[in-house]
């Protein structure tokens, strides 16, 4: 393949009636202490998440045209646990099934992880009805909601993905704030599952940005299906391009090109890329990565970026389509 083919493999797509009341209202509260004096979070609730509305994927259809981005990941993040009370909105099963249909309505360009907290009491019901979708391929797992990886209760969860060589995308982020116990998603705590299923397939979810990157590099390095995935990279890569370009670099030499994941993170809407425009940006910018830069020799070669910015996803995803 070329760089000319490029996957996001990290991006989302929703409507804020899809998402758990208790997750939305932590949301309320996040935003009104973000500015003093604060403001009441039941104020904000109505408007929470409106902004990052595109149910039926058309604004993403949009912007992937744009960006000439062939195809999508979506990371289903089971939100319904540490979200209580759900309210009305959709239980987890429905969610998948949800995601199952958008990517039945824009065949050969959606994918899907599937979303899974294995504290449910029915998570192995919920964990076969989902990977049993068409275009699931994978599973996403969100420890940071309040459940340890290494439980010994969940470890049958990690034996059915290794079984059914399917990978696991895991957060693995310090970004969250209320509700979540971030310290769950370290990537330590991620090296340490791997350790106990060294053949299970791993996306370090935003390769520990910002404060846990080189953890993350470290605590990748070694493991034969470990990947680090760059979504919300684009931040760093937008305020000070050298650095990122330093970074990368660090991780190809240290882990190897061939083990480095394109994705954006972009939950698109009215108020959030809605034609493409931090896209197209973002994809840019990786691209420039093969070329040089103010004096600076490229970081990877046209083979090499290939690999990043579509290869290794169709490859870890089993995007057969785009193969």
Known sequence: MTADLVIDAHMHVWDPSWLPEGLRLAWARQGAGRRFPERDPQDLLPRVATGESDPDATMTMRAFDRAGVAGGLIPVVDWTIVGRPAGEHLPIGRFNRQYEELCTTHEGRLFFAAGIDPRHDDARELFEASVAHPHC???????????????????????????????AVIHCSP????????????????????????TLRVSFAHAGIEAWWAEALDCATGWQHAYLELSL????????YREFRHRVRLMRDQLGAHRLVFGSDIVRGVKHDPEGEDLARWVDMARGLAAPYEGDPAVLSREELALFVADNAVRLFDLKEFA
């Open 175 to 198: 970004l969250g704030g209320d509700p979540l116990q971030t310290v769950r998603s370290r990537p330590a705590e991620v090296a340490a599952l791997l350790a106990q299923h060294p």
């Open 233 to 240: 990279w684009q931040r760093l890569a937008a305020r000070d």
């Open 137 to 167: 391929r994978g599973v996403k797992l969100y420890p940071a909601a309040g459940w340890d990886l290494r439980d010994p209760a969940h470890g049958w969860l990690f034996e059915a993905l290794v079984e059914r060589e399917l990978p």
